[in-house]
C-alpha cells in the first residue's frame, strides 16, 4: 500500500519563505505525474503546482513566480518551495501520486494527510 507523508509546513510571515517535503513509503510501479494541492478553509481543494514523469511542471496562475516544483533523487520523493507568500497562501497542503501502483492496476490517485501553511503577522 502507498503511504505519502507531508512535512515542513508552519507559520510564516507575508513575504516569507517555506519549503514542504513529501516522503513516500511502498512501491508504486509508475508514477504518471506528482503535485501539489491545497485547500483553504470553506474552498475546494485546488491545484498548486504538478510534474510529470518526464519533468514537465504547471502551475496555478496564483503561484506562478513564486512556487517551485521538484523531484528529490530518491524516488518519488517531492518538494515545493514556497517565496513570497501571501496571506491567501494560507490552507492545507496535500501531495499527490498518480500513477499504478502494480503494472495491472488501474491508473490512481494518491493523497497524503496535509500540511497546514499559515501566511499571517
Known amino acids: 500500500q502507498v503511504h505519502l507523508v507531508e512535512s515542513g509546513g508552519g507559520l510564516v510571515r507575508p513575504g516569507g519563505s517555506l519549503g514542504l517535503s513529501c516522503t513516500t513509503s511502498?512501491?508504486?510501479?509508475?508514477?504518471?505525474?506528482m503535485g501539489w494541492y491545497r485547500q483553504a478553509p470553506g474552498k475546494e481543494r485546488e491545484l498548486v503546482a504538478t510534474?510529470?514523469?518526464?519533468?514537465?511542471?504547471n502551475y496555478a496562475d496564483s503561484v506562478k513566480g513564486r512556487f517551485t516544483i521538484s523531484r528529490g533523487d530518491t524516488k518519488n520523493t517531492l518538494y515545493l518551495q514556497m517565496n513570497s507568500l501571501k496571506p491567501e497562501d494560507t490552507a492545507v497542503y496535500y501531495c499527490n501520486i498518480r500513477g499504478y501502483e502494480r503494472p495491472q492496476s488501474p491508473q490512481s490517485d494518491y493523497w497524503g494527510q496535509g500540511t497546514q501553511v499559515t501566511v499571517s503577522y
Open positions: 510534474i510529470t514523469s518526464g519533468g514537465s511542471t
Open positions: 511502498g512501491n508504486i510501479f509508475m508514477a504518471v505525474a
